[in-house]
């Protein structure tokens, strides 16, 4: 049924739990995993100065990213391809539906909604509106998203200081 998964990632939790669901997907159908990293130039489009050291820095996290689901998918004997590429998040994952024949995508999702929702646009909804094959995505249950909410919350301290 499927021999091609897609699992876009950015190493968040919610990406994390869309790997061991990719995963469990990949045994089962005996399919090749492709991770998928996508850095979002679109954003960043407007600084002047240090843009460059943004997109480097990014890359690096997108090549650890996909290497962990490369390192968990060879782990569990499934075959993987890894990907990093430059564009607009979702645009770019639709690309490599069309190019890499991929037949299932498994995401996660934040859950957000209201305001920052609206602020922030989803991906992944993008991607379920999109796409033209199936999109399985895996919602950060309650504690989950309590986590990540701290891990932000931590960081973005990090960052000011």
Known sequence: MYSEILVPTDGSKAAERAIDHALDLAKTYDARIHALYVVDTSIYTSLDAGADVVIDALEREGDAATRHVSEAAEEAGIEVQAEVVTGTAYRSIREYIDDHAI??????????TGLSHYLLGS?????????????????LDDEDEADAADEETDADAETEE
Do not use: A, Q
């Open 103 to 112: 037949d299932l995508v498994v995401m996660g999702t934040h859950g957000r």
């Open 123 to 139: 991906v992944t909804e993008r991607v379920v509106r999109t796409s033209p094959v199936p999109v399985l995505t895996i919602r």
